[in-house]
């Protein structure tokens, strides 16, 4: 049984979902022409800032967030650059030829919460590069399409860290996907790692991220003295992707899509229980 702290949205609670989800994506879509080369991360995040206020009429969750033992966060967006794990603060950083940032984008509307991040590869790529942010997209795919009724969240988890493990890479397990509604961060804890069914069972209505952060070396992390920007320790590269689910009563529906959202992996056509195998 889940645990009765996980909500199960109402019709109502999902509708205003699908618009906070699509509206973060656009956000993705609005900013990636202006992610070059040249450009500074603190630039991203002011026209991001200024997208999202004058433009939707929405809300950028992250700023001034503060959940208990941080400071608040002083940014709209977060952009994570090469060694960045993740909650990187955008600054006076220039994105150089071969970098890769994740830009993670949370905007409210009406209340709802829409979150989501995507990779961006910086003028000419490494072959590395390149190779860790397609098997962490497929990570996240591979997650979500393990979503229906009555899987649990284990089986998201294994999967993950299966793709993850079997192409050389480690999984940062210290952050992990959460519930999200009219709440930023809620239960479930959706763990990019675990062990096929394990933990909560899925029902109809639930709705939580996916959002998996792939390391090229080991899974180690480290803070930096800002409070918020984590690294790899090793110093080697991570990547991320994230896409907000709703359990539906087949399967699941991916609520932070847009026109400009990257497609599926190709197997991801395939039914849930062949992509497990």
Not at 49 to 70: D, R, S
Not at 214 to 221: F, K, M, Y
Request: charged share 20%; aromatic share 8%.
């Amino acid at each position: 049984m889940p645990s009765s702290e996980i909500s199960i949205k109402s019709a109502a609670d999902i509708e205003g979902m699908r618009i906070a989800g699509r509206l973060g994506s656009e956000v993705l879509d609005y900013i990636t022409p202006f992610v070059k080369v040249g450009v500074t991360t603190g630039e991203l995040d002011r026209l991001c800032h200024e997208y999202m206020v004058n433009v939707q009429g929405t809300i950028p969750a992250p700023l001034n967030y503060c959940p208990p033992g941080y400071t608040p966060y002083p940014k709209a967006i977060c952009t994570s650059v090469n060694d960045v794990i993740c909650h990187g603060i955008p600054g006076d950083r220039i994105l150089k030829d071969g970098d890769s940032v994740n830009l993670d984008i949370t905007v409210i509307k009406d209340g709802y919460h829409g979150d989501n991040s995507r990779m961006f590869l910086v003028g000419k790529p490494t072959i590395l590069a390149k190779r860790l942010s397609e098997v962490t997209y497929e990570c996240m795919w591979l997650g979500i399409a393990m979503v229906k009724p009555g899987a649990h969240l284990g089986d998201i988890g294994h999967v993950i860290q299966q793709h993850a493990e079997k192409n050389g890479y480690s999984v940062v397990r210290e952050f992990c996907g959460h519930g999200i509604g009219k709440v930023f961060h809620e239960e479930p804890q959706v763990l990019h790692y675990g062990r096929p069914g394990t933990l909560e069972r899925l029902e109809a209505g639930m709705i939580f991220t996916i959002e998996p952060m792939i390391n090229v070396g080991r899974r180690e992390i480290r803070m930096l003295p800002d409070g918020w920007t984590v690294k790899t320790k090793d110093k080697k590269w991570s990547a991320q992707w994230e896409h907000t689910v709703l359990v539906t009563e087949t399967g699941y529906e991916v609520l932070t899509l847009s026109a400009g959202s990257p497609p599926p992996p190709d197997f991801i056509k395939a039914p849930a229980h062949a992509v497990a195998a």
